[in-house]
């Protein structure tokens, strides 16, 4: 396809209504402003001969760069981690709209973007563990006790991510229909889970393992640590998450068995 005449021709082939009204693919920043954004973006990708799986490499790289700027001692690199944070979420906006475009969707795209979401919320905890433990502070040695914390937390989320994953290679072996992203659709059945899901969303902890909200965490954390001291609100931060992450996975795992995701009728 050629190159596009307006903006508004732009948004109308790289951001029709299935993709702008998903209900679980698309992030809430994507929703908020990231998709204003991301036209401009993609307008300038488009004149240049940058394909839609090298706009998920940039995607992949940056969320990299997110994770290693939470190594950066202090203030600065939160902060840095909270812009790029935001930046890969830009990309990842992209790299879909000039694949719609250029008609360029594949197998291979979902491949890299799931790796690049994948690599980048292992290794924002594990950076966390890192800052925890004092990598940056050459005064004393290393407390691997918290690397390891950080580590087990890197687990704990990518096998929470790796259970939506399940759902479909379940439902898939089964020969069901992929499930609709619109709103309710992976809401459990009528019971004791599905009040304590609606519970749970005036305290989302659950919600707040993607990059995003980690980068967001690292930060406000980050700013505390000017006051009471960076190391032991790292360790902190790195203490609360773990145990809620673990609470987390075991209530996504319920919430999937008593859903119609597994069920064939």
């Known amino acids: 396809m050629d190159k596009p005449t ?51 490499g940039l995607m992949i790289l940056t969320g990299w760069a997110t994770a290693a700027a ?11 981690a909270l812009v790029l944070g935001q930046l890969q979420m830009l990309i990842d906006c992209c790299d ?6 250029r008609k360029t969707k594949s197998p291979a795209g979902h491949f890299l ?15 966390l563990g890192l800052r925890a433990a004092g990598f ?18 890197a687990i704990v989320i990518i096998l929470n991510k790796v259970l939506n ?7 898939a072996m089964s020969d069901l229909p992929k499930l609709a992203d619109a709103k309710g659709a992976n809401a459990p059945r009528p019971g004791v889970v599905a009040k304590l899901r609606r519970m749970a969303r005036f305290v989302p902890f659950h919600r707040i393992y993607h990059s995003v909200e980690l980068t967001i965490i690292a930060f406000i ?18 203490a609360v998450l773990l145990p809620l992450s673990v609470f987390a996975i075991i209530g996504h795992f319920v919430a999937i068995m008593t859903s119609s995701r597994v069920r064939a009728a």
């Open 6 to 56: 307006s903006l508004a021709q732009l948004r109308e082939v790289t951001q029709p209504p299935e993709v702008r009204t998903r209900a679980n693919a698309e992030h809430w920043v994507a929703h908020l402003y990231l998709r204003d954004l991301s036209p401009y973006v993609t307008w300038v990708l488009l004149k240049t001969p940058i394909s839609a799986n090298g706009v998920t």
């Open 70 to 80: 939470l190594l950066i001692p202090g203030i600065w690199g939160p902060v840095l």
């Open 96 to 101: 879909g709209e000039v694949a719609r475009w």
């Open 113 to 127: 973007d799931a790796v690049g979401h994948y690599t980048t919320e292992a290794l924002i905890p594990l950076a």
């Open 136 to 153: 940056a502070d050459n005064s004393r040695p290393i407390d691997w006790m918290w690397v390891a914390l950080g580590a087990f937390l």
């Open 165 to 171: 994953d399940l759902v479909r290679v379940a439902r």
């Open 221 to 238: 954390a980050a700013v505390v640590g000017l006051a009471v001291g960076e190391l032991q609100v790292s360790q902190i931060l790195v």
